[in-house]
């Protein structure tokens, strides 16, 4: 049986929730535990799959195609374990199990209630989630204090009591915030967030406190007097410069250590070399380049944290600091490519409806007759293909049937029946729900010899992750392949997962999503490839 660390977070969202829970399971890793990730989202929706980009920040896919919170994405890139359907569960899957259960009879005609039904069910989720894992790290979403977050806080409080004190630990993030017209700092936030918490019946055995400047040890001493929490565990975690640090901040301050002390778990110390070397790697880089990311989500962020933080791990890879600069589509479509001209490589990432379809199109273009190094993900294909039809098919039509479903040349149409991976087929046409009907999760892909996939990878075959429902229409393989289009990658089935161009050094567009399987120690051979190429041209145009 798992022990579990739940990790809370009051006084305001954005602390940094995940990568704090992440760099604590690095650690407990490098300590020799087998450890689990977990994150319980409090809205409504059955899972982040239908949430715009722009309010919740990208979609994180696991490799058995659920549909979860970005956070799964730090767990994956700093913990080596793989995050899956039980490691992600919203309030809304959560009552969608009691009301399915009550519909049922399963509760006998009792009253159903939040507590005990809505809590019990989250208390087995988790359990069920934790299972086969040494600890278990379960981080709650939102902040200390919100309504939805009651239900959640209730279960994680039932569970201190219910396992025995030793199997559960909780860890609260807060923020010790510094204000400039005093030059103080002030703890104030983080009493009240830790007294909220006790009110419902938590004790934090641990406090991580962001703050701009490290705390100065009168405040330690003041929040751990008013928090009921001993002094070595209040943490102090100032804005680090990179979160690949945050692992090794953590573990200087011993958090680690409070926890398996909490736990009575006796195990080695950490080795954390791994992450020294990431940054050391990070530190040394012997050249630079500018990538464009050519988006209609570049405003937000975390829309592409994954692909970000990807080309980031190849810029390690491959001692290479790696400049993104994000542009929208629509920029291009009204203003042209000129902004290109300075970029070194283009990548275009996917995203759904046709807002930018043509700035992405134009890009393509521009990269491909200029010869400049392209990667296109998952929409980056589906727009290389278009834009290859319309300029060198004479299909000046050419189009995916999401953007226009009246195109007379559907490149890029709706699979309307669907093996799934179990064998079972699905089918689903313009009309069927939005969630959950997508192509998802892992599948694999068979790679031509004599490609430049093939040089890539290094291998006939890989498993990459895919979250999108149009697909290359097979109809017009043989016309494009004449022109000089290469198809390098299909699935089992014979569905196209890869194509790149005869006369371009790195040209390279896929279906799936190879961002979410990179990692800062692993790094990934797409993108590490992509950054060489990158790398090659500015040389090869400054000489
Ligand atoms: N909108 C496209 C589709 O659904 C591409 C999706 C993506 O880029 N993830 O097929």
Redesign the pocket.
């Known amino acids: 049986m798992s022990h579990y660390i739940f990790v809370t977070g009051g006084v305001v969202s954005a602390l940094g929730k995940g990568v704090t829970s992440a760099s604590l399971g690095a650690i407990l890793e490098a300590r020799g535990l087998k450890v689990g990730m977990m994150k319980l989202d409090p809205y409504l929706n059955i899972d982040p799959g239908t949430m715009s980009p722009y309010q919740h920040g990208e979609v994180f896919v696991t490799e058995d195609g659920t549909e979860t919170d970005l956070d799964l994405g730090h767990y994956e890139r700093f913990v080596n374990t793989t995050t899956g359907k039980n490691s992600n569960f919203t309030a809304g899957k959560i009552y969608e199990n009691v009301i399915a259960k009550e519909r049922k009879g399963d509760y006998l005609g009792g009253t159903v209630q939040v507590i005990p039904h809505v809590t019990d069910e989250i208390k087995k989720n988790i359990t069920i989630g934790a299972d086969g894992f040494d600890v278990t790290i379960i981080e709650v979403g939102g902040t200390v204090g919100d309504i939805e977050s009651l239900p959640f806080l209730e279960a994680i409080r039932q569970m201190g009591i219910e396992e025995n004190g030793f199997k559960v630990a909780y860890v609260h993030l807060t923020l010790v915030p510094y204000i400039k017209t005093s030059s103080e700092i002030k703890t104030k936030p983080t009493q009240h967030s830790v007294k909220e918490l006790r009110s419902i019946g938590i004790q934090p055995d641990a406090l991580v406190c962001r703050s701009e400047k490290p705390l100065p040890e009168e405040q330690r001493k003041k929040i751990a007097l008013f928090t009921n929490v001993k002094e070595e565990a209040v943490i102090s975690a100032q804005d680090a410069n990179d979160v690949y640090e945050i692992p090794l901040i953590l573990r200087d301050q011993g958090l680690d250590e409070i926890i398996v002390k909490k736990l009575q778990l006796n195990v080695k110390k950490p080795d954390l070399t791994d992450w020294e070397n990431v940054l050391l790697a990070k530190n040394n880089s012997k050249s630079i380049v500018k990538i464009a990311m050519v988006g209609k989500y570049v405003d937000f962020r975390d829309s592409y944290i994954s692909l970000s933080e990807a080309l980031r791990h190849a810029g390690f890879k491959t001692q290479t600091k790696i400049q993104i600069e994000y542009v929208e589509s629509e920029e291009i479509q009204k203003h042209g490519t000129n902004v290109l001209k300075e970029m070194n490589a283009i990548l275009i990432?996917?995203?759904?409806?046709d807002r930018g379809i043509e700035g992405m199109v134009d890009s393509i273009q521009f990269a491909r007759e200029n010869k400049i190094p392209f990667l296109g993900?998952?929409?980056?294909l589906?727009a290389a293909v278009i834009e290859f039809s319309r300029n060198n098919l004479n299909l000046l039509d050419a189009n995916?049937t999401?953007f226009n479903p009246d195109t007379s040349a559907p490149v890029?149409a709706l699979i309307k029946e669907w093996m799934n991976k179990d064998g079972s087929l699905e089918s689903r046409d313009e009309d069927s729900d939005l969630g959950g009907s997508?192509r998802l999760g892992a599948q694999e892909c068979m790679i031509t010899n004599k490609t430049l996939a093939r040089r890539v990878y290094q291998k006939s075959s890989v498993f990459e992750r895919h979250?999108?429902?149009?697909?290359f229409n097979i109809n017009f393989k043989e016309d494009l392949e004449q022109q000089g289009l290469i198809f390098s990658g299909h699935s089992k089935d014979g569905l196209v997962e890869i194509i790149e161009l005869a006369d371009h050094p790195w040209f390279f567009a896929c279906q799936f999503?190879p961002e979410f399987t990179s990692s800062p120690r692993k790094g990934h051979p797409l993108f590490e490839s992509f950054i060489q190429a990158s790398v090659e041209y500015r040389r090869t145009k400054k000489e």
Do not use: K
């Not at 990432?349 to 409806?353: A, K, L, T």
């Not at 993900?377 to 980056?380: E, S, T, V, Y």
């Not at 979250?467 to 697909?471: F, G, M």
């Open positions: 990432p996917g995203g759904f409806g993900i998952c929409l980056g589906q995916s999401e890029i997508m979250r999108h429902r149009y697909e999503h």
